[in-house]
């Protein structure tokens, strides 16, 4: 089975510094995907950013990008230039695709992320 | 494009109670999960349907937890009856089928109270 592991339940940055979040996941499969998701207070989940196992350059996304290192499964967030709507819990998930390119999302623990002024 | 819509918001009842939950997917989604999120933790899947069928229900409570989505669009989740544990916020959450890497699309959430 697999497992997803954020062990960072808290971290906090000044506002416009770089913040990066750490996740862990253990698997035998090959092929699959990673994602970072963000859920700000009382409100929806959203994608952030979303890495596919077979391609080896990390995913970036305007002030987000990851540090995807599959042979030590560790799949770190980096923020830059942080601002004050990032402030959130984020969540690390991992998916195995199944029919359709769809599956269930396997969620880490998640970190609250406070972006202070 | 409108979202994942969910009814209700917020439902407080008594444990023994029966109570149920609406999910409405984006338009086109042919996919549509229902996630369990306790307090301080990750969403875990309770159900995934493809269209009307299911997909994965491996991690859903049978005994109390029932659901259904009968013309391959809306979903409703149902809880009979209802204990302490299941205090949560339950999130759907719809994706477009045989596109590239799938990106789940969730709705705001009900967030249950059992008393």
């Known amino acids: 089975a697999q497992t997803v592991t954020q062990s960072q339940p808290e971290m906090s940055v000044q506002e416009a510094e770089t913040v990066t979040l750490s996740c862990t996941y253990d698997?035998?499969?090959?092929?699959?995907?990673l994602f970072w998701y963000k859920q700000p207070p009382s409100r929806q989940m959203i994608l952030v950013i979303r890495?596919?196992?077979?391609?080896?350059q990390n995913a970036t996304e305007n002030r987000f990008s990851v540090n995807f290192q599959k042979a030590a499964k560790s799949f770190s967030l980096k923020i830059s230039d942080s601002q004050l709507g990032d402030t959130a819990m984020y969540f690390c998930?991992?998916?195995?695709?199944?029919?359709?390119?769809?599956?269930?999302?396997?969620f880490g623990q998640g970190t609250t992320l406070q972006v202070k002024p | 494009e409108a979202g994942v819509a969910q009814s209700p918001r917020y439902k407080i009842i008594e444990k023994r109670q029966s109570v149920a939950f609406w999910c409405n997917p984006i338009s086109g989604h042919a996919t549509l999960y229902w996630y369990q999120q306790i307090l301080g933790q990750g969403p875990k899947l309770l159900i995934q349907?493809?269209?009307?069928?299911?997909?994965?229900d491996s991690q859903l409570p049978k005994d109390r937890f029932s659901a259904e989505r009968l013309k391959g669009v809306d979903s409703t989740l149902k809880i009979q009856p209802a204990k302490l544990e299941d205090s949560a916020v339950y999130l759907c959450?719809?994706?477009?089928?045989?596109?590239?890497?799938?990106?789940?699309?969730f709705g705001p959430g009900t967030r249950l109270t059992v008393l």
């Open positions: 349907f493809q269209n009307n069928g299911v997909v994965d």
């Open positions: 890495q596919e196992a077979y391609k080896q």
């Open positions: 698997t035998s499969e090959n092929n699959y995907y």
């Open positions: 959450a719809s994706s477009f089928w045989g596109g590239p890497p799938d990106t789940q699309y």
């Open positions: 998930a991992f998916m195995k695709p199944g029919s359709g390119n769809t599956g269930k999302l396997i």
